[in-house]
């Protein structure tokens, strides 16, 4: 129970390496490359991370207990295609951008019927949907991309609200709307239950069906809500869109302290594992590497941080909040 | 009675994947009747054996549970031939080029062992950051294009046929699968596999070195890869940093759909080559057919979960 319940102070030991490291590799980029440390390109690193944060908390809520989505990046390019197609009909922007979230659940309701219902394991029923989706998104699509769409959208999340956009207001609440429900309400203190034991989280009589279906039809929403963005940020949609996400998100998540074993998060940390694998992306991009290893960069840090965790726990390094708390 | 039952299982689901094998084969008769050649047969096996193979891997590290899968069977593929080829390259004599590509996938599948067995890391976290690690330095390191100069003497075999059979299919995919069912049948070993999967305590209570028959394991699913990247740089006659995609969505629809249980404990390597089969007739059906090679994914994909809901509604009515 006290492990439930702590992790409330505001940085704990892993997020303040977290943000120590996104330190150390912005300095380490801004003095091999000119570009890096332009306002330009922090702004470039603030777009392109949009996405992935939202998507991120899903995946948080997802992996803390004990679930995984790998297709949730083409829930995205799914619901990316439907908000373009409301778009191109010059239908009103505020509608279309409902239209993102609308789809995300949608799809995020077919794949807790598939996971939770069906009772398959999320990974292989996430892997299935995925191949099932990539068809989905090329017949969609009719092999075509979605450009030069309306800009009616982009101009609406771009007003001003208090001096700051409204995106920026957008972005927050979800950011709230999520960690109300993790820290604040039975719901999240169930979800970390079923993370730590499915098992006892039953016998404890938690409804385990409807907490795991909400947390995967919430993902599903936050991806179509991602899908909003996107379109609003680069106005068109190809085949191949947010067909990396998953693994970054995952990524993202893992490094944050969210334990794909379960039952422990930090929203805090996926924000920080957001930050500084787009800034990783970023400054390996800008100082000349080949995009094609950034897959092998994402793929091996993850691998890094888990094995790193299990070492650090071995080695009972537990007071650096680096094993489980 | 559970136990009696599943007796009686993988006679069951042969038959069900004869059936659905002479369904689709009917069903290619009707639509595209000049398609059922002894050609197709030939292109048929010559497809299955890279499946087979990666797909052998695959049932042997889920069957011993643990919620076991190796989801970067693809990427072992891939990288295995690649880093075959550009050793060559480097000036690594071409006598040695089989041995360096199967020695590459073990050493790519230990290291995934290593992660799961040693480290204690989740099989699908880990094996899902090697498969992006090990597919992203395929093309990282090529750059994407094909490496060619497989030597010449390497052609025949992977082009060849015995009776109208590929000899890769017979060589390599054939015997793997004849000793995989040898020894999971009439060995202790096989024994322990199957008591590792059932039940992970007691297996490790009556003294099973379940940790390193875990490892072996990964090894072995590397090293069939390995294999299966041979096979791939002996029939296209150069190294392409794309030859494992999708195979681990296809691996797994082959484990499942020949039987082998999701958790573990339950199942035969021959429904899987049953299973392979299948999956390369629909698959070349629809080429045939002209349907766009996009559908392949989303109909082995659907096929997958279809297949999984199936086993899941079966359970409940026993």
Known sequence: MHRLTQATSLLTGRELILLAACVVITIAFASVSPVFATPENAATIMRNSVELLLIGLGMTLLLAMGGIDVSIGVVMGLSAIAVGRALGANLDPALAAAIGPLTGALLGLVTAAVVVLGRIPAIVGTLGLLGVYRTAIFVVLGGQWLSGLPTGLTEMLGTSLVGVPLSFWVIALAYLAVWLALRRTPFGLHLLAIGNSEEKARLAGISVTKVRFAAFLISGMLAGLAATFYVATYRNVEMTTGSTLALDAIAAVVLGGTSILGGRCSLIGTVLGVMLLRILQNGLLLIGVPSLWQTVVTGGLLIAVLSFEALAGRLSFAKLGWASR | ?318
């Open chain 2, 1 to 318: 009675m559970n136990r009696l039952r599943s007796l009686h299982g993988p006679v069951l689901v042969l038959a069900i994947l004869a059936t659905l094998w002479v369904v689709v084969l009917a069903g290619l008769f009707v639509l595209k009747p000049t398609a059922l050649g002894s050609a197709t047969v030939t292109t048929v096996l010559q497809f299955s054996t890279i499946l087979a193979l990666a797909a052998l891997g695959q049932a042997l590290v889920i069957l011993a549970g643990g919620a076991g899968i190796d989801l970067s069977v693809g990427g072992t593929v891939s990288l295995s031939a690649i880093a075959a080829m550009l050793a060559l390259k480097a000036g690594m004599p071409p006598l040695l080029l089989p041995v360096a590509c199967i020695v590459a996938g073990l050493l790519l599948g230990l290291f995934n062992g290593l992660l799961v067995t040693r480290l204690a890391i989740l099989p699908l976290i880990a094996t899902l950051g090697t498969f992006f690690a090990y597919s992203g330095l395929a093309l990282a390191l090529t750059g994407g294009s094909p490496q060619p100069g497989v030597p010449h003497w390497l052609l025949p075999w992977g082009r060849g046929t015995l009776g109208g059979i590929p000899l890769p299919f017979i060589s390599a995919a054939l015997p793997a699968f004849v000793l995989a069912g040898i020894v999971l049948v009439f060995t202790a070993w096989g024994r322990w596999i199957y008591a590792m999967g059932f039940n992970e305590r007691s297996a490790r209570l009556v003294g099973i070195p379940v940790d390193r028959t875990r490892l072996i394991l990964y090894g072995i699913s590397g090293m069939l890869a390995g294999i299966a990247g041979l096979v791939s740089l002996a029939w296209f006659g150069s190294g392409r940093p794309n030859i494992g995609q999708n195979l681990e969505l296809e691996s797994l629809t082959a484990a499942m759909l020949g039987g082998i249980a999701i958790f573990g404990g339950r199942g035969g390597v021959g429904g899987v080559l049953a299973a392979v089969v299948l999956l390369v007739t629909l698959k070349t059906g629809l080429l045939q057919l002209n349907v766009n090679t996009v559908w392949q994914v989303g109909i082995v994909g659907a096929l997958l979960i279809f297949v999984l809901l199936a086993d899941r509604l079966s359970q409940r009515w026993r």
